[in-house]
């Protein structure tokens, strides 16, 4: 598989600030690759390095084998889409989608074939007349990639291009990326905040903390299998307690939380007796009033505060008892809870081999 970009420890310093720390990855022709992080975590300078308006401290950047140090961002096979998509409202779609061919000097009829083609690709056949304010939000999307997409780039970047649209909107938008990336097969380098789009459009994901990688994975694994606290609280919905190892019994532990429960968990061999953990436990992994028969889970009791109608993604909030601890338990589609109202206490229960244990280490986002 053809590797279309390679950035090999890569580090940016704003003087005594590393805004980007040794960074290495690569991404194979046609991938979906995301880079996921908060604001601040460098993210968008490692974008801007790749597209050649910043240079490295140190470090190299390869696209299709070629190093581009020095080279010019107008010289390089990338294309970079920002959030305020920057189409010209003075000239129609097709004007717009010609835009960078015609500075390249590409003849009238050439151009006028590709762009019908590209248009077509991007599900936007016969639009080249369109005023861009005639556009939906979707469509004005299209129109952006599509004028990136004619110029044939190795690589398409994108830094947020969803972050200005309305919440249905952004939802539909990322399905349609998604599949507008499969249909024409270019390779996306995508950032974002919002874990829903990297985790829904990617193929692979980089997760992004204080300008270094925690976990280069798929979506699946990042998940379901965090490889840091930082991944298993930025990463989807998770609760968690601090607590003691009490003990350990092949790869079971015995946890003490600082909230007085005792809970069993599959651990890994850097854990050990005596030693302070985290435990992380997703709302989905939890039962509301196990069968009595399931007798291997871990159970303790809460106190209903709030319901929280989400349709299928419905939650209770709720403490365990005499905690002011706050959790979230997922309300499963395939058992009616109707009978559960807040004030109300209700029995929980959890697989050992449900939640996730780490070394205590303190973490912020």
Request: net charge neutral; with cysteine.
């Amino acid at each position: 598989m053809q590797i279309d970009l390679s950035v090999q420890n890569v580090t940016r310093k704003f003087g005594e600030f590393t805004a980007v720390d040794n960074v290495s990855f690569t991404v194979e022709d046609g991938r979906f690759f995301s880079i996921l992080g908060p604001s601040g975590c460098g993210k968008t300078t490692l974008l801007r390095m790749i597209a050649g308006f910043l240079e490295p401290s140190s470090g190299r950047i390869m696209i299709r084998g070629n190093d581009m140090a020095g080279i010019a961002p107008n010289k390089r096979p990338v294309n970079l889409i920002f959030q305020h998509l920057a189409l010209f409202p003075m000239m129609n779609v097709g004007d717009n989608v010609a835009f960078g061919l015609r500075r390249r000097g590409e003849k009238k009829d050439q151009t006028r074939r590709k762009v019908a083609s590209i248009l077509d690709r991007v599900d936007l056949p016969g639009f080249e007349k369109k005023k861009i304010d005639q556009l939906s939000g979707g469509q004005k999307q299209r129109v952006a990639i599509a004028r990136c997409l004619v110029l044939e780039p190795a690589v398409l970047l994108l830094d947020e291009p969803l972050g200005a649209l309305d919440l249905k909107l952004r939802e539909q938008m990322k399905v349609e990326l998604k599949k507008l990336q499969t249909q024409v097969g270019t390779t996306f380098v995508y950032i974002t905040h919002d874990q829903s789009e990297a985790l829904v459009m990617s193929d692979y994901v980089a997760v992004m903390n204080r300008g270094r990688f925690e976990q280069v994975d798929t979506p699946q694994n990042l998940y379901a299998s965090p490889k840091t606290p930082f991944v298993a609280r930025f990463v989807g919905d998770n609760n968690s307690w601090t607590g003691k190892v009490v003990s350990l019994k092949a790869q079971s532990a015995e946890i003490e939380t600082v909230d007085g429960h005792h809970f069993h968990i599959h651990v890994q061999d850097e854990i050990a007796a005596g030693k302070q953990v985290t435990v992380f436990l997703r709302p989905e992994a939890m039962l509301i009033a196990p069968d009595a028969g399931l007798t291997d889970l871990n159970r303790f009791k809460v106190s209903v505060k709030s319901i929280l109608f989400d349709g299928a993604n419905s939650r209770l909030l709720v403490s365990p008892v005499n905690s002011e601890k706050e959790m979230l338990v997922a309300l499963p589609q395939n058992r009616q809870f109707d009978y559960i109202q807040p004030k109300d206490t209700v029995e929980i229960g959890w697989d050992q081999h449900a939640g996730i244990c780490f070394p205590a280490q303190e973490e912020t986002i």
